[in-house]
């Protein structure tokens, strides 16, 4: 349950007034309107507001337990299932965590040898470490770090696993390259499609694991006010209806 329950109504824009946020180059330093924490950030909305991380993502459902109990096998459908669920906004931070905690859930039910419950406490809490808004002022969308964190899950990686170290890097590269070629503004149900995909590529080629993945239409172009429309590849209006995400 959210701290402040009767506040968070919007699920775009600001949490508290659904006005559109508002970027900085510079940090400034803020009040969160929910929790009171004091903080230093790029963002704010239009009327003001500022949500920290911890606020923006303590709705969420139990990603752990969902993926613990999913026999999905394609990634796509269950990021459609999850995104759908109260708590998880149209941007923001809980992507970064819900990209791996999907991959690991596939790559078990296609068969994939994990113990997935070590394997998702250890996504979920790394992936929830990864800020919001990084793709912009870091240079990496969040979602293309949370398919490197799968990989390093998967392969038992660590900053001193020669064997295997260079491979999560390859994938958030590969993804990062995927997500970066169609161009911005950031949108972070597109660039974890992309990231979701490109993972899934990866571990075919890399440990012989067959993910399916699916072409549903999305159908969040509605809540998205930077949507790219035509140029998203995900974009197809006259389907939802038959969507199966969004």
Known sequence: MHPYPEQQAHTTGCLVCGSPLVYTTQALPHTCSMCGGRFEANATCEAGHFICDACHTAGQPDLKGLMLATTERDP???FGQVTRLPGVHMHGPEHHAIVPGILLA?????GGEIDLDAALEAA???GGQVPG????????CGAAIGAGIYASVVLGG???NGEVWGFPQILTAKCLGNIAELG???????CSRIALETAADFTRELLG???PVGEQPCTFYGQNNECLYGRCPYFAPENDKASKIG
């Open 76 to 78: 796509i459908r269950l």
């Open 106 to 110: 596939v790559y078990r039910n296609n």
């Open 124 to 126: 979920t809490q790394r």
């Open 133 to 140: 808004g990084i793709c912009g002022f870091w240079g990496a």
């Open 158 to 160: 660590s900053p001193l």
């Open 184 to 190: 911005g503004p950031r949108c972070c149900k597109r």
């Open 209 to 211: 694991v067959e993910i």
